[in-house]
């Protein structure tokens, strides 16, 4: 899958030793002036949408009200990061994020492949059809709907609780959500309920782009359906993984919103509240547009240290890489 | 497909009967779970507002009503906000599946002098935002606010869908390539003719993703288009019905006393699980349509002969 | 500076596009000329250039683009003069923003009322409500500076007025509003801004009083519990929880389920409230946000922390050890809460009537008037005299006002003005005589029948009519206010018209309690000329801000655990509460809120 990466020096075709790098970047990039033209407006397209915007990091070192032109902007220096990293709870809340997010990631891989994998061994096309169309619906449900879905399922007299005191594993029936420290796991559980089957679209599009015949290789030899799973399917997934596992990586910030502000509580609240939602709460009126800005330079001074470190790290371990 | 008839033919060791029957078992498991809120959601949809108010609605309606639908196709402006929907849906996933998939290509070549800077010129802007006011101010310089190319314009490149159709393309067979090359087919005959064709699996993998996104966004309705209602969309329409609803709900304590006959028909609670049906059903039914493209499989040596 | 860059780089770019599409154009005329290489290279570019007019049909609608307001013209000053000779009826159509709670888009005259108002001025309206979030719509709306000809301000007015959306009125007050000046005068001071000068028309602009008859707001309790007991006069907490408690003695099961005893809404982020506030109220305080304003020296102390609250939560800790608490009151959402009032489980419960409106609709709907709730005035203890209305307030900090983008400010407020005339004020909250209510012959209005009631109280009749968009959010007299004639100026505050939806069983109750009215269970409220504080605003960043977010937070962290502990740990919870509560710096927030009360009481709002 991987094919050698031509750096302008290996390249071959370089003979003249007079050539300086400038002239010899030219004289290639003239040769492919059709793949060049062939991205050059979208590369206009990205300047324009989403790097001339970036003039809005100003705001985070202004007490910013849309009504004033920026020259009259009252500049506040850097009292908007103060209000974020100076918070004795900021740290909690970054906590939050961190592991929440970590917990997202990694279950998420997990069960999304492991689903693609058992789905890709059923032998009913039908049924195969079937389980991924209907593994997919939850994530057409709003998180409103979902959220309540979940409070009804773990309230004192829902299913879980019947069940549980039923098994006689529980005496009496328990307040899932008003315990700090189940907050993480419920949120997790319903993060894979919602969007598992939509995350394994990915990896069975990268299942049908395997060569066949090697499955028909190693069952010659006599492999299981087991070791052909192991050795070959997950094998011919790992470059999809990996640049998933980079991008993703990147978003380590990005817990989501909306699932912790609806399933919150007081009594949970040490556990989840994340970023976006001491934003929201410290963000009053017109402070919302300058402390979310620097929340999000934050984020994304994270975000790039984060991709770039996994990036060098895939590219150090010859892996495949994003870039 | 070959390849699971012949395995079932060949492979019938007991551990693999009992590793079949546990898979089928888990996947009937799993389509339960992942069901009922779907059928919990009909069952809502159909069911009288003011009753569902008392909860323990599960799977089947507890007094069957069509209120909630009448109700939402009673608001005439959903008609030409669905036209919309499906136009900004179809528009948009084209253009911007081809538009990506052409980037892809070009930063799949890893002869490309400029591969690595337009890689990482798309991959950073994943990363950051200038914020909401920066944004809208640009559209609205570009003119684009109270038009309908707002949909469309802004989304061109998807670049998480670029990466992905990047990956596929770079996971080809090397000789592809090459031998359309030494066919005397330039960059973008290349393009269209070999590698969008090998690709469909990813293609139809990014349609999805973009459909699914054009289909179900409103926000940028509300920034945009709010005030022109002939370039509003479903979801927005139904987020507005939604609204509307949610405030005689708050209102609701002065109407208490009203006569009974008069208390409200719908409730945001029955709305909401109408509104999920209704928007979510043309969108599910793009799905069993793409799915042969990757469940099914297409074997890159078939195509390649 | 940037947004000119930003602007620049837009015209490049338009520019660029459109040469590049020349360009594109220009080699697919040659193509036929060309051959091999040249073909596959042009072939590239005319792909591109395929590409490019995507973009640049979609940047083609520059030129059409929305700027309908033509802004630099309009200045307020330029209009004023023009239209002080005979009146101008002459058609024209205004457009209005409201932030406040969404209705369907419309047309002012496709509705009754607003077909009446276009007759007598010839102004119409094109309203439109806000869906989705106001802080993100508000906040593009200044810094676009595309304003509509007036807005409805809500939660946005602070925004609003920094941004400097609306233009002074006092000019056009004096010259052309003899109504708005016989309306609003008495309140002019409480509104007028930091300058002294007055940029928008707030809703609450009493003129008399009258109170509303079906208030409740408070300690609901099941109307079967009070029937039981032969309908005790209960006014203290202990009194209240010792009758849930005998009840659910008597009847531990409702259809096959436990009993509860008593539940509230505390769980949802936004409506902690619901569990701070029992304590103010039981103390006898209305609801003035977290704080409680003593009557004579105008010194405001939080609730949170307080004695009264140690008394609240202790009472409910008690509660909990008995089995009365349902644990669920701290993490369950609004459908779950309202699903288990209409269940007819609950026996008691806090709650705002707004927060529970499907819930009573619905059982009201059910027709069981057993199953039903009524709110009644509990306090601590006997002699404390119960504040659960609201007292007359003065709500400044949201209205509507004209924007300076406004076309034609003197036709708009000569429609104001014209609006608050009397005749016209009846129209928009009794509507038409003889088609939506009548006057008997006392000269009452009242509804004669069913039919007329409709048109106020079916959603759909009513929005035709245009009651849902005329009788609030314009400048109009305040909803407590009495008409010349005697008559409540809101249908809903005629004691004839609220009575005529009661059912036997409310009937009953009423009697048993010996009064006519719902309100008649309450105390009248006390006058407090800075009410409600919780209007007051605090600054983003400020330590006020910060004090109450923190606040808030080991409020909710702390009192549910509390409730849900064992009494024995109560004193220990409490003091470790107390701990944490004490190194914020609740001196500040108590001084700004007293400073902004006494600083009302002198009369500057």
Known sequence: ?323 | MQASKTSRLRNSSPGDRVFDICNVIFMVCLMIVTMYPFVNMIAVSFNDANDAVRGGIYLWPRMWTLNNYKYIFGESDIYHATLISLLRTVTGTAVSVFCTAMLAFTVSRQEFVLRKFVTLFFVITMYFSGGLIPGYLLIRNLGLTDSFWVYIVPGVIGVFNMIIIRSFIEGLPEGILESARIDGAGEFTTFIRVVLPLTIPAMATVSLFVAVGQWNSWFDVFLYNSSNINLSTLQYELMKILQTTNTSATAGAVEAYQSAENAVRVTPTSLRATMTIIASVPILMVYPFLQRYFVQGMTVGGVKG | MFFKVQGMVCWVIKKAVSCYIESAYKTGGNLRNLKGDEVQMYKGKILTAGLALVLAAALGGCGNGSNSSDSASNSPAAKGNSASGSEDTSAVTFKYFSFGAPKKQILGSETTIGKELQTQTGVDWNIEYLVGDGDTKAGVMIASGDYPDIIDSSGQMAKLMDAGAFIPLDDLIEKYGPNIKRVYGPYFDKFRQKDGKIYFFPYGANIGYVSEPNFQTGFYIQRSVLKEFNYPKITTLDEYFDLIKQYKEKHPQVDGKDTIGFATFAGEQGSFFTLQNPAMHLAGYPNDGSTMVDMKTHEAKLVAGSEYQKRWIGKLNEANAEGLVDPESFTMNRDQYLAKLTSGRVLGYFSYSWQVGDATNNLKKAGNDDKRYVALPIVFDKGIKDQYIDPPGFVNNYGVGITVKAKDPVRIIKYFDNLLKEENQILVQWGIKDQSYTVDEKGRFTYANDEQRQIHEDPEKSMKFGFDYFNYSWPRYGNNSVLQDGNAYGPGNQPEVASYGYTDGDKQLLAAYGVKTFSGLFSNPDERPWSPAWSIALEQGSPEQMFITKADDLQRTHLPTMILDTPANFSKNWDDYMNQFNKLDKKTYEDFITKAVQDRVAGKW
């Open chain 1, 1 to 323: 899958m991987e094919k050698p990466v031509y750096s302008v020096n290996s390249d071959p075709q370089v003979k003249s030793p007079g050539m300086n790098k400038t002239n010899l970047f030219f004289s290639r990039l003239i040769q492919q002036r059709t793949l060049a033209f062939m991205c050059l407006p979208f590369v206009i397209w990205a300047f324009v949408f989403k790097y001339l915007p970036i003039w809005g990091w100003t705001m985070a070192f202004q007490n910013y009200k849309p009504a004033r032109s920026f020259s009259e902007q009252e500049w506040a220096g850097l009292k908007h990061f103060r209000i974020l990293f100076e918070d004795s709870t900021f740290y909690r809340v970054l906590r939050n994020t961190l592991v929440m997010s970590t917990i997202q990631l990694i279950l998420g891989f997990v069960t999304a492949i492991t689903l693609a994998l058992l789905l890709n061994e059923l032998k009913n096309i039908i049924f195969k059809r079937v389980v991924q169309t209907v593994s997919y619906l939850p994530h057409f449900i709003s998180w409103v709907v979902a959220s309540s879905i979940v409070l009804t399922v773990l309230s004192p007299d829902g299913i879980i609780n019947l069940l549980l005191t039923k098994l006689h594993l529980l005496d009496k029936p328990e307040l899932w959500m008003g315990k700090g420290n189940y907050f993480w796991g419920i949120l997790a559980g319903t993060q894979v309920w919602k969007d598992v089957g939509w995350n394994t679209i990915i990896y069975l599009a990268a299942i049908t782009s395997i060569d066949p015949s090697q499955y028909e290789a190693a069952e010659i030899d006599g492999a299981s359906r087991f070791q052909r799973m192991l050795n070959i399917t997950l094998p011919g997934l790992k470059p999809v993984i990996i640049i998933l596992l980079i991008m993703n990586l990147g978003n380590i910030l990005e817990s989501g919103f909306e699932p912790q502000y609806l399933l919150g509580n007081g009594m949970n609240l040490e556990y989840s509240e994340n970023l976006d939602i001491f934003v929201l709460k410290y963000g009053l009126g017109m402070g919302s547009f300058s402390l979310g800005t620097a929340a999000g330079i934050f984020k994304t001074v994270v975000s790039f240290i984060f991709l770039f470190s996994a990036n060098h790290i895939a590219k150090r371990m010859g892996e495949s890489r994003l870039f």
